[in-house]
């Protein structure tokens, strides 16, 4: 007998959602619509690294190729330090890349949503913007075949749908946990503030592109100042700036904004050169170039949910960070967002599975994978706090032992501190 072919409502048209909506037809014999709140993809977002694990689902999802197109690939990270030698530098995912086949990338967060939209619709799969949602809620009704479950949305312009099950896709201030899921587990912001900027390669001379070959770092006495490429040939530069401040007065929690008015970007610039006032050394040069060719400047308060909540209710699940939000610097927010829609879609693909027991083994089968990268996150996190002078040349001496020891005893080549970068979510015992 022929399966019944069921559909799925996705809320959040980001890498999570649309991600979500090709693997679910590619595995399952669900047809999605994905409905999105902004009008139009956003442009927000600067460029976010990915790691193996998640650069091999990827591939799987059958994007990788446009990705690595439009991405940098190199993967080495240097710490420099501001008095003008380099403290250390290492391949961040030379044993993985060897096991998985998969190095690290850069890319553009609107190039992410760009290339997996594309897909989306190559796919004929419907995406709708400008679709605020108001409602949610499951329902169960008697027909004339039976009684009927399903979940059922209402957005702001009227219009309603309904589907055998929904997959919240909307991010950390998720309007399906918010309301829904969850409502009690609310964000909180970390401290952390990211200030971002893409700087073109021509507004730079090349001596100061030629010196930028990876992920280049430099802890501060205020935070990190990180550089990185996100074009394949060093056409655009990603220069990020972590700091613990605190949240503006407004307490304004969006994922973040872009400012291009000369007040906001002078004043970036002011504080950036603030810091580097000092600083010496062919790389410290470099950095005060890539300060003065800003011209806009992306502002991030990085929240996080605490770990925990629930994480579905009736026929709603949530995906993503819209689940587990977690802070950035372990590299890994997209790649989790795709873990949990590889093991959905794996669970989803039985239809004789029930919705309560889909839900409850990907909960149980993920938490633990989220709450150690979680926490390798908040560890991470900790480099960018304010220190003395004193405290940031203990963080550089701890760096530089950290680099000797894995070069004299070989650890690099045994995989330390990179097996969490091979896990395979396909792999995951049902």
């Known amino acids: 007998m022929m399966e019944k072919t069921r559909k799925a409502i996705i809320i959040g048209a980001g890498p999570a959602g649309l991600a979500a909506a090709l693997r679910l037809q590619q595995q399952t014999n669900i047809t999605c619509t994905v409905y999105e709140l902004r009008s139009q993809p956003t442009t927000l977002g600067g460029a976010i690294g990915i790691q193996p694990n998640g650069l091999r689902l990827l591939s799987r999802l059958g994007v990788y190729d446009e990705f690595e197109s439009h991405g940098y690939s190199g993967t080495s990270l240097t710490l420099h330090s501001l008095q003008g030698h380099d403290v250390g530098s290492t391949d961040m995912v030379g044993w993985a890349r060897e096991k998985t086949g998969f190095g690290y990338l850069r890319i553009k967060r609107m190039d992410i949503v760009e290339i997996l939209k594309k897909a989306v619709e190559k796919a004929k799969i419907p995406i709708h913007f400008g679709k605020r949602l108001i409602k949610t809620e499951n329902f169960e009704e008697a027909g004339d075949s039976g009684s009927r479950a399903g979940v059922r949305v209402t957005f702001e312009d009227g219009s309603v749908d309904e589907a055998d099950i929904l997959l919240g896709c909307d991010g950390i201030h998720s309007f399906v946990r918010r309301t829904y899921v969850d409502p009690e587990h609310e964000p909180v912001y970390s401290g952390l503030s990211g200030l971002g900027a893409l700087i073109p390669s021509s507004a730079l001379s090349p001596e100061t592109t030629k010196l930028i070959n990876g992920f280049e770092g430099t802890l501060t006495e205020e935070g990190m100042l990180a550089v990185n490429p996100c074009l394949p040939t060093k056409e655009e530069i990603f220069m990020f700036f972590s700091k613990w401040v605190p949240l503006p007065d407004s307490g304004d929690s969006r994922d973040g904004w872009e400012v291009h008015g000369k007040e906001e970007v002078d004043g970036f610039k002011e504080q950036l050169l603030s810091t580097l006032e000092h600083a010496q050394g062919d790389w410290s040069n470099a950095l005060r170039e890539l300060v003065h060719g800003t011209s806009s400047v992306n502002f991030y308060p990085v929240y ?92 550089e001496l701890k760096f530089n032992t950290m680099m000797n020891i894995s070069w004299a005893f070989g650890l690099d080549k045994k995989g330390i501190k990179q097996g969490h970068l091979v896990y395979d979510i396909d792999e995951a015992e049902l």
């Open 304 to 395: 996080r949910l605490p770990l925990g909540g629930r994480w579905s209710r009736g026929r709603s699940v949530l995906v993503g960070d819209a689940a587990h939000a977690m802070s950035p610097h372990a590299g890994q927010g997209v790649s989790m967002a795709l873990e949990d829609v590889f093991l959905l879609s794996r669970l989803l693909a039985d239809p004789e599975r029930s919705i309560e027991e889909v839900f409850e083994k990907y909960a149980r089968i993920r938490r633990p994978r989220v709450d150690e990268i979680f926490q390798m996150a908040a560890d991470n996190a900790e480099m960018r706090k304010k220190s003395t002078p004193t405290g940031l040349w203990l963080k």
